[in-house]
């Protein structure tokens, strides 16, 4: 059974108000790249990204960002 690894970006932004624009803004990310992350597109994401995705979000646990899914 494969794990499957999700970023929350999506209900992340929806909970604090943001659409991908802003939050591209706030996050100094490309709104091309956000999209990519919210589609699930983009499957590799460096730590620097993940960093200015927890910065943005003022995520103190980075878990908060994943979903693992067994299927």
Do not use: C, H, W
């Not at 802003?22 to 990519?36: G, Y």
């Not at 699930?40 to 960093?51: A, E, F, S």
Request: charged share 35%; glycine share 2%.
């Amino acid at each position: 059974m494969a794990r499957v690894i999700r970023l929350r970006i999506d209900e992340l932004m929806k909970s604090r108000g943001l659409n991908q624009k802003e939050f591209a803004a706030k996050a100094n990310l490309r709104p091309q790249t956000v999209s990519e992350l919210v589609r699930g597109v983009r499957v590799q994401v460096d730590l620097r990204t993940l960093q200015k995705i927890t910065d943005a979000f003022e995520i103190d646990d980075p878990r908060e960002l994943f979903l693992i899914n067994n299927e």
